[in-house]
């Protein structure tokens, strides 16, 4: 069954776009047919899989008001399962024209309507606000994975993403689930990280992924060389972490 995953936190640093990337390429690597829609103006998760797209080419941005075109604009990248629909700078525009638009929420469903045919996993990397693109994706996917910081600051702000999700759920897409919360940037040297693990397996229960991100310097160091980790060093800690991670997300769809 095919499944649409936000990838989301409102928080920015926790390790969004770094999950996006390498759990996309850890289920393409498993012979997963994978898109990674780049929802994020910034075009992070684009330039970590070494796509660059020019003002005017075909993005994410250009495919939320030609969907029936977005087909066209999806870029293959170094791994052969993995494909991805690239952002651009244009895309901060979009929480502003789509404000006054009929169906305001649901133009990301629509241009995964032409295109979700093709994959068996669709994830789309939001950026770090709860602005109109993240409701978009919240509308249009099946699931909510949360990446969470194991520091301090991590829980704050979480309430606003769970009531924001109760809504979406309540009111715009009832069959959204929450697939559960990914712990990024674990060191286990770091009493307060253990604490903050403990505070949140309290609160989520068994959402919580039994899989840890620890700190990594290849994960860090993967995105400017326009590679997921498991391609840069497939041996280091951030790789098997997140071989392991695709693995769970595999058996919890299932």
């Keep these: 069954m095919k499944k649409t995953i936000v990838i989301a936190n409102q928080k920015g640093g926790v390790g969004k776009t770094t999950t996006a990337i390498n759990l996309s390429a850890s289920l393409a690597a498993m ?3 994978v898109l990674l829609v780049d929802c994020d103006p910034q075009a992070n998760a684009s330039s970590g899989l070494n796509v660059r797209v020019e003002e005017g080419s075909g993005s ?3 495919a939320l008001y030609h969907p029936q075109e977005a087909q066209g604009m999806i870029r293959q990248t170094s791994l052969p399962f993995l494909d991805l629909l690239p952002s651009i700078q244009d895309l901060v525009a979009a929480d502003l024209e789509l404000v006054d638009k009929i169906g305001r929420e649901f133009y990301l469903k629509e241009v995964l309507r032409h295109i979700s045919g093709s994959y068996d996993y669709i994830f789309l990397d ?7 693109i993240t409701i978009n994706a919240l ?37 959204l689930q929450l697939l ?14 253990h604490q903050v693990k403990s505070e949140v397996s309290n609160y989520f229960r068994d959402k919580v992924f039994q899989t840890v991100i620890p700190r ?9 060389h326009g590679v997921p980790v498991l391609c840069y060093d497939c041996k280091s800690r951030g790789s098997q972490s997140y071989m392991a991670l695709g693995q769970e997300v595999c058996d919890i769809l299932a």
């Design 60 to 62: 994410l941005y250009r």
């Design 126 to 132: 939001c950026p770090p606000s709860l602005g109109l």
């Design 31 to 33: 012979e997963r047919r």
């Design 139 to 175: 509308c249009a996917g099946t699931d909510l994975l949360i990446p969470l910081q194991c520091e301090y600051y991590a829980l704050e702000g979480i309430a606003h993403l769970m009531h924001t999700y109760d809504l979406v759920r309540k009111r715009l897409n009832p069959e």
């Design 216 to 224: 990594n310097v290849r994960l860090s160091e993967s995105p400017s």
């Design 180 to 193: 559960g919360v990914i712990l990024t940037m674990f060191d286990v040297r770091n009493k307060l990280a």
